[in-house]
């Protein structure tokens, strides 16, 4: 079915008063396509075009929120979903500090930049996407069938880049997990990742990645979509 890009999709959301809870408007101006993906593969092996529309399309950046806490059980599924993802060698990285409290918002707050203070405050959560150092410990029970351990053990040059590699993929899985259970995400690199480390990691092997905010976003103060690249200003079929 063939949609306007300005129609409103029900996207689930919590229900709260105000038609804003409910319904989230698109506005692609011309960089995605308005039209369903189809497949020779055929429907059973494809998401629905909602689903598509929910996990890419409709999804943005959030910078404000509505009043709206997000469940802890919630942060249990979108965990679970998270770590579902391939790393390599299931190395698994990826650790992650739910801030939701007025004490942790306030720990955090020494470690943003500017631009991002109000929108990380009143997000009702924010995660802190961190990589643990010595993950490589961890591989004899996550890769079991090999000495995979062997392979970074007193190489840092490995260590250092199959961290930041893979939790970075899983903080990417988050993200998509969290629009696929109806949340709401703004990713962020604007902070200061050592003062993080020093509040929420210090004497652990854990360091800072990057930061995701959660909730339900307030869709009326999106800006509209920038524009995205064509396939063949960024891709090509060799």
Same mark, same amino acid.
Do not use: C
């Given at each position: ?94 650790? =992650? ?9 306030? @720990? *955090? +707050? $020494?470690? !943003?930049?500017?631009?991002?203070? %109000? ?90 990645? =990057? ?9 009326? @103060? *999106? +800006? $509209?979509? !920038?524009?995205?690249?064509?396939? %063949? ?6």
């Amino acid at each position: 079915m063939n949609r306007s890009t300005t129609e409103a999709l029900t996207l689930g959301r919590p229900s709260m008063a105000g038609a804003t809870a409910q319904y989230r408007v698109r506005d692609y101006h011309g960089a995605v396509p308005d039209e369903p993906f189809t497949s020779d593969l055929g429907p059973d092996m494809m998401l629905s075009d909602d689903a598509i529309h929910q996990l890419f399309r409709d999804a943005r950046t959030h910078s404000a929120w509505l009043p709206h806490p997000v469940d802890d059980a919630v942060l249990a599924q979108l965990i679970e979903l998270t770590l579902l993802g391939p790393t390599s060698a299931n190395s698994s990285p990826g650790r =992650f500090v739910f801030v939701k409290t007025p004490e942790g918002k306030e @720990k *955090l +707050r $020494p470690a !943003l930049s500017e631009g991002n203070v %109000d929108k990380t405050m009143s997000a009702p959560v924010t995660v802190i996407v961190g990589m643990d150092m010595a993950f490589y410990e961890h591989l004899p029970k996550l890769f079991p069938h090999t000495d995979a351990r062997s392979w970074f053990a007193g190489n840092d040059t490995a260590i250092q880049a199959t961290a930041f590699r893979n939790s970075s993929l899983q903080g990417a899985y988050l993200i998509m997990a969290a629009r696929a259970l109806g949340l709401d995400a703004g990713p962020m690199s604007g902070f200061d990742a050592r003062k993080v480390d020093e509040a929420f990691f210090a004497g652990t092997t854990i360091r800072a990645n =990057f930061l995701v905010n959660l909730g339900y976003g307030d869709p009326s @103060k *999106l +800006r $509209p979509r !920038l524009p995205r690249f064509a396939f %063949d200003e960024v891709a090509r079929v060799d």
